[in-house]
DNA sequence: ATCATATCGAGTAATAAATCTCGATTTTTG
DNA sequence: CAAAAATCGAGATTTATTACTCGATATGAT
């Protein structure tokens, strides 16, 4: 249905979870499904999924549901999923191995056809089948394989200079996975994986299970006021 | 000031990004730091900020800002990251190895004492100084070391059933980076690392950038090509 | 000492999102 | 064939979150 830019974020971050779902139940052999089925599964309310899912334009039918098939391939298409991204990943470590190794990633539009590091220890290896290239050739490489996406996983110490030699070699999105905000012109798309954004709710969930009562803290800054004007 | 169950999941999302630009500011050797200062950089509104803040019991001075060094510990302490929580890692695979050789979950509040797998080619091995043991020890070594974490990074198809052996290890709350929804007691506190779901909203903003008008998408029913009810 | 200025913090308004309600529709059952 | 059950989809309501306003206050300049 609505097409336009007015779709909430939180629905986008829910419609990966949909998939999910639904490739879970298509590999059950069913052949339509029903929000009932998918907010049960996930623990959410059946309108929400409903209203979520009208966003793709899929249309249901009362009683049954709606086609599988057809409901994956919609999000996906709405996602843009069921189109390859070429992107690069900035920064082989520990985590932009993991990432190289991921070999589900066209699942999800993307498909990553370079990487690229400073360290002389891994350019030129070969990591899960991407070849490893200094930082130097992004520009030439981003152009000659029609790179869109940039994976951002070096040190957050290195974030912003990375981030910057990808905008140079014509990279309009970024993913980024260091914990640091870009600072970039306001054509560049950027999205912050925010690993600690979800451990920050199960962090606090934790402290707040064992002991639910606010305690005397020892983070006053004036001793003593509580909610009247600081003492000078 | 509100210790109790009413934090916007929102502001605890952001508070990590608070934390690191915040970190980032103290090595520049300042002592203070205003509302103004954050926002600017992270590109929120100033009083969203301080609405944030507000929740950590901070107090600021007009006119100054917050006392650097009691303001990273404020949130730390809200968050429960100046506390240490065992945690073990089931799975080690590409994301698990990753996690494993990231040496600053101290910051967050977290220590990987032990980690798991079945496959007899990892077990036994060390990887970035962590032991590799077999699942089967975990219910022994979670209680041996106070296990109250536990990280999930093992393929969808495998989740669950390792979230069973993690509950049934007493494990009370887990990470989950793993792209399936777990079926646990309501005591468990489950949080999903949701790595696609900023992929989406990246996706779904470069498509829109490209082509931003609604077309029309060759996903409608198809009648009479349904069967299945919706009971399995 | 007084004034200008930046910023805090509380309260309020506006916006966004989640939830509820209900009529319509399709399938299954008696 | 009629009734019952399940579910969709649109719209209304409630709740949550963000953005705005303003008085108070600390600091540095005049
Ligand atoms: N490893 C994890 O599990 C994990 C978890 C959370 C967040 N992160 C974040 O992800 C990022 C990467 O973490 P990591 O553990 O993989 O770090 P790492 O140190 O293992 O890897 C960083 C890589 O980036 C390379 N690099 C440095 N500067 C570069 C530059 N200018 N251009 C290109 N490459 C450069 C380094 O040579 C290194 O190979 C960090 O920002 C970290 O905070 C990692
Ligand atoms: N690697 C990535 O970059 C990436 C990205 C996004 C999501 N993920 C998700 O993270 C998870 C792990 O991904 P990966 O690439 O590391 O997979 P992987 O296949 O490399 O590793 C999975 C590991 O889990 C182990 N395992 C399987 N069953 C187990 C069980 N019952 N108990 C304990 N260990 C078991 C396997 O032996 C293997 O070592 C997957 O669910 C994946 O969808 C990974």
Redesign the pocket.
Known sequence: ?ADHRSV????LRRLPCYIHVLKKVEQLGRQSV????ISRELK?????V??D??YTGI????????PLKDLIEAIEHFLGWDECTHACLVGVGHLGKALLGYNRFGEYGVRIVAAFDVDEAVVGARISDHIVYHIDALPEIAQRFNIEMGILTTPASAARGASQNMVEAGIKAIWNFAPTALELGADIIVENAQLYATLAVLSRQMRGRVQAQPKPSPLRITPGAE?M??E?
């Open positions: 249905m909430p974020e939180p629905t029903s929000t009932s089925d959410l309310d059946p309108t929400q409903r209203k899912l009208s249309v249901g039918k009362p009683r049954v549901g709606y909610q004007g600081p000078p």
